[in-house]
């Protein structure tokens, strides 16, 4: 978010009442939430949250809760434009959020929740919401990303379809063999607009580098991350081993269909895949990803977390309508199930993971990982404008003609100056 913008959009930290009374006594909750069935398939998020509202009031009849489902691509958007409107939600449920906590437009979790909800959530990823040491997103579910592999087109290509690379040079010779089987796609490298943070942090970790050291500067131009890089453009791109099509040019939301139709051999992915992967009947293994000596120690993770917003002046209703959610772990883990997400808060997981249904199997090993994964730097007031940078750039690395040290140090200075003015 540009510098000036918190006068722009009026994020000044100031109420201005109860702003959903609806004259009746009654208090109308604005509830915006992310809609991403269409990535998974099913029912509507809608149809979910609209179940929790009812049950929630039976049990505070003076509280309703009007719910919004917004495509997942556009939330962040229209919530800016909602709170420039002067007509921001309640209660968001967002990927990004260090811009309105900079701003002074969200209340502290600590204002919200009690100190046994606060308490559920892991410390790895309660700290994914937090901007500054203070936490301001409440996690609700998270997905990881990790390594998949299509076991008939492994076999296709003479390699043990239960045995995935496990190194670079194991996955460099899988992507070999597959091409010379017809495979159009032996490694899918989605570095498209908009998808290739999560890709790109992928390799970064797998070859020890990353987005920030534990301090949470920027490292983008890290040596590791050059090698990294270079490594990628030189013995996948070049050799034609991630397709025809420049890896900057390709999707996520395009791979993943390829994938559903048998035409990609390997690819990192997260649980949405794996609906694509089903309903198409395709044979697919998951495992972690193969780093330059061995399993990478750490996956991506993201996590959807919910916000309180202070536009409207009803931070003890908020308060009432989350601190519910929370408590009934049930919400979290049946909304995890439902839409192949992860569980954030241990409660939930453990529900999850005492289940015995097959769609809860598949998902534990993705649930076992998450406690060490590896967040997107959300909570830095500065990555909504990194990332944007991030994306556009990141995929040029990989391009023939690609200069990876200046492209890294032009996006680690980038990446410092939007810092600077966060």
Known sequence: MTAGLTGALG?????????????SGEVVLKLVVTEFAD???????????????????????DIRIDVSAIP???????????????????????YMFADFARDGALYDANDLLTIPVLSDFPSSIAAAGEVRRVQYGMPFVAYLQTFFWNKTLF??????????????????????????????????LALGHDDANGEALMWMLAGGGGLTDPSGSYVIESPANIWTFTWLRDQLVVPGLTGTTPPGEITREGLYGAFAAGEVGMLTGDPFLMGHADQSGVSYGVAAMPGRGGESLSGMGDASGLLGFKQRGNQEHIATFLNHLFTEHRYISDFAERYRLLPVSTPAAQTMSDS???????????????PGATFLPAGKASWTAVSGLLSAAIGDTVRPDGDVEAILA????????????A
Do not use: H, K
């Open 11 to 23: 994020l000044t930290g100031t109420t201005t009442g109860c702003g959903g009374d609806s004259g």
């Open 39 to 61: 990535l998974v398939g099913g029912a509507g998020v809608e149809q979910f949250w609209n179940s929790v509202a009812t049950d929630f009031r039976e049990l505070n009849p």
């Open 72 to 94: 997942y691509r556009s939330t962040y958007d229209e919530v800016v434009r909602m709170i420039r409107d002067g007509n921001a939600p309640d209660i968001a449920q967002l």
């Open 155 to 188: 076999e296709r290509a003479g390699l043990d379809p239960e045995q995935p690379p496990r190194t670079w040079d194991e996955l460099r010779d899988a992507a070999d063999r597959l091409r010379a089987a017809g495979v159009p796609y032996p490694y899918g």
């Open 356 to 370: 015995d249904t097959p769609e809860n199997e598949r998902l534990q090993p993705f649930l076992e990982e998450l």
């Open 410 to 421: 032009r996006l680690q200075g980038d990446a410092e100056a939007a810092d600077r003015d």
